[in-house]
């Protein structure tokens, strides 16, 4: 497992060391992150950061703890803080080094004091510890602590308020507060005597420079309640526990407990290989589990949720690779209880009202349980459990039952219009999509042949006489399609979408469904032409561009306001997930497989050499810029991108 170790000299560089963020996740949908420097950059950074009430959402209720040591008559300060042409206070200054192998480790070192601070979020609990430990000195100090509130939802920012209930109310070593109405209480305590002194007070224009670059509201008012006073002698710590559920054990207890569950989860993956070490060991952080049976996954941090198509491309790598299955097959069940018309949803609304807006989550269902039995699966589980799903889906579309598609005559799988998008590539302006796919999508129509050539050859037996006779039908009058539709000759590749008007010449990466899935009906001689457009166009050291540079549409500027960047987002922006897909192309078709390990390895190793320490630490980003140097973008943890690099190189491993 690797561990990452940042001097003084580089967290002085702020332009470096603001970009590097830890997360933290507690396996209910929570988590805990900022930047190594504690200097929060996003809205989404906090201590503590939970999902509440009937509708899932997440709330960022506490922003950070400001901590400063009383040494003799000198007050010093720890925190650091963005406010309006000033950082203040400046405690980076102070900082030793920053650590993390199973949590992050800040180490302070002000003259003769050498002070340890470490984060944990325990697994299934709503809570934060914040432990402080005094390593060296030659006297005593205090430590004192004030708590910042933020009691918001995590996407919008607060502002001192008359709502607020500034009260707090006694427990033992702390308090707890009841913020807003219909809102949690939050108990703040400490692990050995403190004193806490009620002082409440409101900071003012706290500054968030990720999200003014990202054109949102960037200034925050947070409340603190009070402060908090423990003396520590020289090898003695403290550990601030904050929660919204009342105190179950001894604090100490609690992080003991947690840190050797960390060190029981990092030696599952002690035997492998890095990076997969350090990938699948950072793999369940995306996994929330509401209970045994119910589970599902974070599709992105830190403002995704749950969503269906993400889900699908990443569950093979999240859980299959890492040896969870019965997790894999918890998540299939839940999302098969959902099929509608054909559909499963691409967003998962806890009170319901799921949205059905993609047309490729119900098809990737099906690759998702190839995988499944590919890792060692159970045939008999899949037929009890999820054909029944897999047949209703095949069915509704032969019955021309789902909304928005329909099989043509020529047997490809037509969706959307132009006002739709039911594809991955969704982005929309003012309602006006970006990348408008409607008509025959390549990627649609290879998950489509992929799910009837699938259900035939691995469920023959349980379909009945007449079923099968439809769907070989189908297969063939598809077969006969494909090539004769979606061949480019020009360029030597697949268009990108079939319409009866002609083709769409753009090249994107979508055309690797048609040769990396496990089922294809496309010849050698054509894939390797497909292979070699899309090594020319696409392919880049952190993963795949979705568009050609030479396409006069291409977008190399993913920056700006929401608007500005949906118009680049999939019009050249690299999505490293797309490494998963075009390695099983790469396998599929060229003779030389260790070759091919030898060129991917070396073609992606950036995404693991470096990227792992410089973003989202131990996590893959969601893209990156397309031209160099290729900057990382979005979510600092991607479900898909993780998923999908621990998938590849697992199978490049094997080979």
Same mark, same amino acid.
């Given at each position: 497992?690797?561990?990452?170790?940042?001097?003084?000299?580089?967290?002085?560089?702020?332009?470096?060391?603001?970009?590097?963020?830890?997360?933290?996740?507690?396996?209910?949908?929570?988590?805990?992150?900022?930047?190594?420097?504690?200097?929060?950059?996003?809205?989404?950074?906090?201590?503590?950061?939970?999902?509440?009430?009937?509708?899932?959402?997440?709330?960022?209720?506490?922003?950070?703890?400001?901590?400063?040591?009383?040494?003799?008559?000198?007050?010093?300060?720890?925190?650091?803080?963005?406010?309006?042409?000033?950082?203040?206070?400046?405690?980076?200054?102070?900082?030793?080094?920053?650590?993390?192998e199973?949590?992050?480790?800040?180490?302070?070192?002000?003259?003769?004091?050498?002070?340890?601070?470490?984060?944990?979020?325990?697994?299934?609990?709503?809570?934060?510890?914040?432990?402080?430990?005094?390593?060296?000195?030659?006297?005593?100090?205090?430590?004192?602590?004030m708590?910042?509130?933020?009691?918001?939802?995590?996407?919008?920012?607060?502002?001192?308020?008359?709502?607020?209930?500034?009260?707090?109310?006694?427990?033992?070593?702390?308090?707890?507060?009841?913020?807003?109405?219909?809102?949690?209480?939050?108990?703040?305590?400490?692990?050995?005597?403190s004193?806490?002194?009620?002082?409440p007070?409101w900071?003012?224009?706290?500054?968030?420079?990720?999200?003014?670059?990202?054109?949102?509201?960037?200034?925050?008012?947070?409340?603190?309640?009070?402060?908090?006073?423990?003396?520590?002698?020289?090898?003695?710590?403290?550990?601030?526990?904050?929660?919204?559920?009342?105190?179950?054990?001894?604090?100490?207890?609690?992080?003991?407990?947690?840190?050797?569950?960390?060190?029981?989860?990092?030696?599952?993956?002690?035997?492998?290989?890095?990076?997969?070490?350090t990938?699948?060991?950072?793999?369940?952080?995306?996994?929330?589990?509401?209970?045994?049976?119910?589970?599902?996954?974070?599709?992105?941090?830190?403002?995704?949720?749950?969503?269906?198509r993400?889900?699908?491309?990443?569950?093979?790598?999240?859980?299959?690779?890492?040896?969870?299955?019965?997790?894999?097959?918890?998540?299939?069940?839940?999302?098969?209880?959902?099929?509608?018309?054909?559909?499963?949803?691409?967003?998962?609304?806890?009170?319901?009202?799921?949205?059905?807006?993609?047309?490729?989550?119900?098809?990737?269902?099906?690759?998702?349980?190839?995988?499944?039995?590919?890792y060692?699966?159970?045939?008999?589980k899949?037929?009890?459990?999820?054909?029944?799903t897999?047949?209703s889906?095949?069915?509704?579309?032969?019955?021309?039952?789902?909304?928005?598609?329909?099989?043509?005559?020529?047997?490809?799988?037509?969706?959307?219009?132009?006002?739709?998008?039911?594809?991955?590539?969704?982005?929309?302006?003012?309602?006006?999509?970006?990348?408008?796919?409607?008509?025959?999508?390549?990627?649609?129509?290879?998950?489509?042949?992929?799910?009837?050539?699938?259900?035939?050859?691995?469920?023959?037996?349980?379909?009945?006489?007449?079923?099968?006779?439809?769907?070989?039908e189908?297969v063939? #009058?598809?077969e006969?399609?494909?090539? &004769? /539709? =979606?061949? %480019?000759?020009?360029?030597?590749? $697949?268009?990108?979408?079939?319409?009866?008007?002609?083709?769409?010449?753009?090249?994107?990466?979508n055309?690797?469904?048609?040769?990396?899935?496990?089922?294809?009906?496309?010849?050698?001689?054509?894939?390797?032409?497909?292979?070699?457009?899309?090594?020319?166009?696409?392919?880049?050291?952190?993963?795949?561009?979705?568009?050609?540079?030479e396409?006069p549409?291409?977008?190399?500027?993913?920056?700006?306001?929401?608007?500005?960047?949906?118009?680049?987002?999939?019009?050249?922006?690299?999505?490293?997930?797309?490494?998963?897909?075009?390695?099983?192309?790469?396998l599929?078709?060229?003779?030389?497989?260790? #070759?091919?390990?030898?060129?991917?390895? &070396? /073609? =992606?190793? %950036?995404?693991?050499?470096?990227? $792992?320490?410089?973003?989202?630490?131990?996590?893959?980003?969601?893209?990156?810029?397309?031209?160099r140097?290729?900057?990382?973008?979005?979510?600092?943890?991607?479900?898909?991108?993780?998923?999908?690099?621990?998938?590849?190189?697992?199978?490049l491993?094997?080979?």
């Amino acid at each position: 497992m690797r561990k990452i170790r940042v001097n003084r000299d580089v967290i002085l560089n702020h332009e470096y060391s603001l970009r590097q963020e830890y997360l933290l996740t507690n396996g209910n949908g929570g988590y805990s992150s900022s930047s190594i420097l504690d200097c929060h950059r996003r809205k989404h950074h906090g201590l503590l950061v939970l999902p509440y009430g009937k509708g899932g959402k997440l709330f960022n209720l506490l922003s950070k703890l400001e901590v400063s040591i009383k040494a003799g008559k000198n007050l010093l300060h720890l925190s650091t803080n963005k406010f309006p042409g000033v950082y203040y206070p400046t405690g980076h200054q102070y900082i030793d080094h920053f650590e993390m192998e199973y949590f992050p480790v800040t180490v302070y070192r002000i003259g003769e004091l050498l002070v340890a601070k470490s984060i944990i979020m325990p697994f299934r609990s709503n809570t934060v510890l914040v432990k402080y430990e005094l390593l060296e000195g030659d006297t005593s100090v205090i430590l004192r602590a004030m708590p910042f509130l933020a009691f918001r939802e995590v996407n919008s920012i607060v502002r001192e308020n008359i709502a607020l209930r500034q009260r707090t109310y006694f427990e033992e070593n702390g308090f707890k507060i009841a913020p807003y109405e219909g809102m949690p209480e939050l108990y703040l305590q400490t692990s050995r005597r403190s004193v806490f002194f009620p002082s409440p007070i409101w900071w003012s224009n706290f500054e968030y420079m990720k999200d003014y670059n990202r054109g949102y509201d960037y200034q925050e008012d947070l409340f603190s309640p009070g402060v908090f006073e423990v003396r520590l002698r020289p090898g003695q710590a403290v550990i601030f526990r904050a929660s919204i559920d009342p105190l179950p054990l001894r604090i100490t207890q609690k992080w003991t407990r947690e840190v050797k569950r960390l060190e029981q989860l990092h030696l599952k993956f002690k035997n492998e290989p890095e990076p997969l070490a350090t990938l699948k060991t950072h793999a369940s952080d995306y996994i929330i589990e509401y209970s045994r049976e119910q589970k599902g996954l974070v599709a992105g941090y830190h403002w995704f949720q749950e969503w269906g198509r993400d889900t699908m491309i990443a569950l093979p790598g999240l859980t299959m690779a890492c040896g969870e299955l019965s997790t894999a097959m918890a998540i299939l069940e839940r999302y098969a209880r959902f099929e509608n018309n054909g559909l499963l949803p691409n967003i998962i609304d806890p009170e319901g009202n799921h949205a059905y807006n993609s047309v490729d989550t119900s098809l990737l269902f099906f690759w998702a349980i190839q995988q499944f039995l590919h890792y060692g699966g159970s045939i008999e589980k899949v037929q009890k459990s999820l054909l029944k799903t897999m047949l209703s889906i095949v069915t509704a579309y032969l019955e021309s039952r789902v909304p928005e598609a329909g099989l043509g005559e020529d047997g490809l799988l037509y969706a959307g219009n132009k006002h739709t998008q039911l594809t991955w590539m969704d982005a929309m302006v003012n309602g006006i999509p970006v990348t408008p796919r409607n008509g025959a999508p390549v990627e649609i129509n290879a998950l489509w042949y992929n799910a009837l050539k699938f259900l035939l050859n691995e469920f023959g037996d349980y379909l009945d006489t007449s079923l099968s006779g439809i769907l070989n039908e189908q297969v063939d #009058r598809f077969e006969e399609s494909f090539i &004769d /539709r =979606f061949w %480019n000759s020009a360029k030597g590749c $697949l268009y990108d979408i079939y319409r009866p008007e002609g083709g769409d010449p753009s090249i994107r990466p979508n055309q690797l469904f048609a040769l990396g899935l496990p089922y294809s009906c496309i010849s050698t001689d054509k894939a390797l032409l497909v292979l070699e457009t899309v090594a020319q166009h696409l392919v880049t050291p952190f993963g795949l561009r979705t568009l050609s540079p030479e396409d006069p549409r291409y977008n190399a500027d993913y920056r700006g306001d929401p608007g500005r960047r949906d118009h680049a987002y999939h019009q050249g922006t690299i999505w490293p997930w797309l490494t998963g897909i075009y390695v099983d192309a790469l396998l599929a078709f060229r003779e030389d497989k260790k #070759r091919v390990k030898i060129e991917v390895l &070396d /073609r =992606f190793k %950036n995404l693991w050499e470096t990227h $792992l320490e410089q973003y989202g630490v131990f996590h893959i980003s969601e893209i990156f810029n397309p031209n160099r140097p290729h900057t990382a973008k979005g979510c600092i943890a991607q479900a898909w991108s993780m998923g999908e690099l621990i998938r590849a190189l697992d199978k490049l491993q094997k080979l």
